[in-house]
């Protein structure tokens, strides 16, 4: 029943979230995928899981590319996977 509840709470979102993967090197992959928005949608999902992955560290997500799945899912929805890399905060100072 329990994971009922959850598969509906995905499927009114709209969007579904995978986790974080270790590429190697510094490097990790996740993957958006959006029901609107076309790959602009599931862009800004990847990003958002991102700079939540990095935030866990006080870091922000410096995007390396992004590989759009082509043509859409059987919902209507767009997947985008994207690189990425977590890098200290810029500081800005003023003399």
């Known amino acids: 029943m329990r994971a009922r509840i ?3 709470a995905f499927l009114l979102t709209g969007c579904t979230h995978l986790d974080v993967q270790d590429a190697g090197n510094g490097r990790y992959v996740v993957t958006g995928t959006a029901s609107s928005g076309g ?5 800004e999902e990847a990003i958002d899981q ?8 006080h870091q922000r ?4 590319n992004f590989d759009d799945k082509p043509g859409v899912g059987p919902k209507g929805e767009h997947t ?7 890098a200290p905060p810029l500081v800005l100072r003023f003399q």
């Open 50 to 57: 991102a700079n939540e992955y990095c935030n866990k560290s």
């Open 39 to 43: 790959y602009t949608g599931s862009h």
């Open 80 to 86: 985008s996977s994207m690189v990425f890399t977590c």
């Open 6 to 8: 959850l598969a509906a």
């Open 61 to 64: 997500a410096v995007i390396e």
